[in-house]
């Protein structure tokens, strides 16, 4: 069994995920059987890291709860840190931003018998904020995060997942601040996504905690697509758009980030004045969005599609004034 869990974890950190919960539920079963704690643990700890990928939050919730519960009978430090980082993230996605940031803090400061984990930690707690609205906050522990990350995880490479985080939360920062009717100045999130691009490039692009760098690869493709659609790059947002749609095959269908597609394509459509188009996208963000179990995710699709709609008759030249 250990063996097929460590096969399974393998093809996890591959990004083969279907592959990954199939190995996980196989060990679950036969850990429950063999009333082997430890394996289960860690089967069911890789199986909310699945389920957290398809976007099945509450059910990934239980089988990580599960797995802190075991991790903490068995004394296992660094299985305790992970399960712990991945309920910090479950808990942001379901809209629990104290109970995520409390987790992630855990596992930043090593409390509680959690085996330390101050870069991972600190992403996490980055997202948390993030999606909580607090971006001041977000970008100050992600920031942090990045700088922490090579020496906390041995690997330049794993720099790009909080950056990717940092890049996503500009993003957001900027459309609530259009959404409030302020001018925006897009030249933070223009640096931070040459920063990714530039790891991209030297092949530099990891991931700090388990898993594949696939979610963080098309945050970057979304985020480039939102600059270059509020900036008036047709050509660029067109190239970005496409990017988005190589990488997403390489998520699940149920993934949040599916919604993503379509607010890109909002983004492009209402940069390019297109009434019909725009009226089309806002409504698939919103149903992407509504199907799935992402709560920030959904409260911010309805808000975008809202602002959309006001905004219908604004022509692209008058769009671009809204930056800075």
């Not at 330049?156 to 990717?164: G, I, K, M, N, T």
């Not at 996503?168 to 259009?178: D, G, H, Q």
């Not at 970005?240 to 607010?263: D, F, K, S, V």
């Amino acid at each position: 069994m250990r063996h097929q869990l460590e096969t399974a974890r393998r093809s996890w950190r591959a990004g083969d995920w279907m592959e990954a919960r199939t190995g996980a539920q196989e060990v679950l079963s036969a850990a429950v059987v063999a009333r082997n704690a430890h394996l289960e643990a860690g089967a069911s700890l890789l199986l909310s890291q699945v389920l957290a990928l398809q976007s099945s939050f509450a059910w990934g919730h239980r089988f990580a709860r599960r797995a802190r519960e075991l991790f903490t009978r068995e004394q296992d430090p660094d299985g305790l840190s992970d399960a712990m980082l991945t309920l910090s993230y479950l808990d942001s996605a379901l809209g629990n931003e104290n109970l995520a940031v409390r987790a992630a803090e855990d596992a930043a400061a090593g409390a509680h018998g959690i085996a330390r984990r101050p870069a991972a930690g600190l992403n996490y707690r980055g997202v948390a904020a993030a999606w909580g609205g607090q971006y001041c906050s977000a970008h100050g522990v992600l920031d942090a995060a990045c700088e922490l990350a090579p020496e906390d995880a041995g690997s330049r490479a794993a720099v790009f997942q909080p950056l990717a985080n940092a890049g996503f939360t500009e993003v957001l920062r900027c459309a609530e601040m259009r959404m409030r009717g302020h001018r925006v100045d897009l030249s933070a999130l223009s640096n931070l996504l040459a920063r990714q691009w530039a790891l991209v490039k030297e092949g530099a692009a990891g991931s700090l905690v388990s898993g594949s760098a696939d979610p963080g690869l098309f945050l970057l493709e979304f985020a480039s697509c939102f600059l270059a659609s509020r900036t008036g790059d047709a050509e660029g947002a067109d190239r970005h758009y496409l990017g988005c749609l190589r990488r997403i095959p390489r998520l699940p269908e149920t993934n949040w980030m599916q919604a993503l597609l379509w607010w890109a394509r909002l983004e492009r459509t209402l940069s390019a004045g297109e009434v019909l188009e725009t009226t089309v996208s806002a409504a698939r963000l919103v149903g992407a969005a509504e199907a799935g179990e992402h709560v920030p995710m959904k409260t911010l699709a309805r808000r975008l599609a809202a602002e959309a709609q006001a905004n219908l008759a604004t022509a692209p030249s008058e769009y671009a004034t809204w930056f800075a």
